[in-house]
């Protein structure tokens, strides 16, 4: 990144309107006009990159490696990049919050791209601009890796201020945003009773992770012999990914403190009176953890990029091709992480995880790469790899591995491989794939 670069950032750091974004999902603010957010660098693509997570710090690092004239600018409403893994570890201190929290200007300085601190408010693709709280910004080429947003409208309908109580009252911590910190907050201060968790209905962040965060804050309850349980209200029919390894878990380590409820999908919440209405039975709850359903994030909606199921309703995720990544009525837009769509009748979404990710991050940057230098686009897939802590003391994990093919007729095909014998090796292989992971983009 030039000196220039460097100075635009800094302002719009200054003016505070993006610390933390309390609410991680909202409409569209307020229109801030026509104003031009950055001027074009160069002669070569300009490339923007909505959402400095996982999967765009990824992209705009690849990007300016493969193709050294593009102009690229990742627009990320965080000041600072707060990592989904290991952030349950976090919850009872097994990581720092610095293991957790990394600065966003080093990366964009040594890769060389330009990073503002700004919200997406709306994208124009007939004009191929992207609306921002601080200006415009026109593209070449978009890239969407908001991640996901809390549908809560499926439990509240227009309800909003329910909604909002609800978020503020029994945050679930699924989006990089001030709930991180308040549930840290809310575990450390529990002081007996039943903590409730609902799981939303796949497809999800990273499906073995509500399972983790159980295990976790069991382990604090029983080493502070807190007079406290855990009830998971899980919509499947049974524990899943690493099923066995969550059961052996729960059974051995938490016999008195986890309760999994299957076949629990959600009919009512009333969060005033701590109540929850499901097909397996309703429930009273001290405290909660309530995850509704996950959509992609407000900006692929922006793009009006959302899926439709057959009879017309919004599938809640992008519309895009399964190998290509872009978007299926724009071929400009491609989208990347947690937001993706479907992808094979075998198995529907790739998991969405930091893995998958990153993974795509860098296929998407090269299969960009191959258009500007006009050769063929290669397709090519991405594996996943999740390590899970079900144990604080001797710390133990269990893991899940997804490899991916193509059948005969290009269909994409997944082979899962479940870990489920906890060991202390596994512990050392997530820690390494961490710090792999974070050397990538950070
Ligand atoms: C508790 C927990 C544990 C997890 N454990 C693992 C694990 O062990 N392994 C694993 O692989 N994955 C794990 N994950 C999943 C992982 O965090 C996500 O899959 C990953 O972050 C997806 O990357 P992404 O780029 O799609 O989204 P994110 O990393 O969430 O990035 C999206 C970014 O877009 C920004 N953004 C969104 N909307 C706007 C807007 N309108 N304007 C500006 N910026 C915007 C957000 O602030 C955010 O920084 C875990 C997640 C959680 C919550």
Redesign the pocket.
């Known amino acids: 990144m030039n000196r220039r670069g460097f100075l635009l950032a800094t302002p719009v750091l200054a003016t505070g309107t993006l610390a933390l974004?309390s609410t991680g999902q909202t409409a569209p603010l307020a229109i801030h006009g026509k104003t031009q957010l950055l001027p074009r660098r160069g002669k070569g693509p300009r490339i923007v990159v909505?959402?400095?997570?996982?999967?765009?710090m990824t992209a705009a690092r690849y990007l300016r490696e493969l193709i050294p004239q593009a102009d690229v600018v990742l627009?990320?409403?965080?000041p600072t990049?707060?990592?989904?893994?290991?952030?349950?570890k976090w919850l009872i201190d097994i990581v720092n919050t610095d293991f957790l929290n990394h600065d966003m200007l080093a990366p964009a300085l040594k890769y060389g791209y330009t990073l503002v601190n700004?919200?997406?408010?709306g994208i124009e693709r007939d004009t191929k601009t992207v609306r921002?709280s601080h200006g415009s910004i026109d593209y070449d080429y978009l890239i969407l890796?908001?991640?996901?947003r809390n549908a809560y409208d499926a439990w509240f309908g227009n309800d909003v201020a329910t909604a909002e109580y609800t978020r503020q009252h029994f945050p679930n911590?699924?989006?990089?945003?001030a709930e991180m910190l308040s549930l840290k907050h809310k575990v450390k201060a529990f002081k007996g009773g039943t903590i409730v968790m609902t799981l939303p209905p796949p497809p999800h962040?990273?499906p073995p992770?509500p399972y983790?965060?159980a295990c976790l804050i069991a382990w604090h309850i029983k080493t502070n012999k807190i007079p406290g349980k855990i009830l998971i209200l899980d919509p499947k029919p049974k524990i899943a990914p690493i099923g066995e390894g969550y059961r052996a878990a729960f059974e051995e380590l938490y016999p008195d403190i986890i309760a999994h409820v299957p076949n629990a999908a959600i009919k009512e919440v009333d969060p005033y009176n701590k109540r929850i209405k499901t097909v397996a039975g309703d429930f009273d709850f001290d405290d909660a953890i309530l995850m509704p359903p996950h959509q992609a994030?407000?900006?692929v909606w922006y793009a009006d990029l959302i899926g439709k199921t057959p009879d017309g309703k919004p599938t809640g995720w992008a519309d895009m091709h399964p190998r290509l990544f872009t978007a299926n009525s724009d071929e400009n837009v491609y989208i990347?992480?947690?937001?993706m769509g479907f992808i094979s009748d075998q198995f529907g979404h790739y998991p969405?995880?930091?893995?998958?990710?990153n993974a795509i991050?860098q296929i998407v940057a090269r299969n960009i790469a191959e258009r500007v230098a006009d050769k063929e686009v290669v397709p090519v897939l991405p594996d996943?790899?999740?390590?899970?802590m079900v144990n604080g003391d001797p710390q133990e994990e269990i893991s899940v591995k997804f490899e991916y093919n193509l059948d005969a007729t290009g269909k994409v095909l997944q082979t899962q491989i479940d870990m489920d014998v906890r060991t202390h090796d596994l512990v050392a292989e997530?820690f390494a794939w961490i710090k792999n992971r974070f050397n990538d983009f950070l």
């Open positions: 974004s909505c959402g400095g997570g996982w999967g765009g627009l990320e409403r965080n990049f707060w990592s989904g893994p290991m952030s349950n700004t919200e997406v408010i921002t890796s908001g991640g996901i911590a699924y989006v990089p945003n962040r990273c992770s983790e965060r994030a407000d900006m990347v992480g947690d937001s969405k995880s930091a893995h998958v990710a991050g996943n790899l999740c390590y899970m997530d």
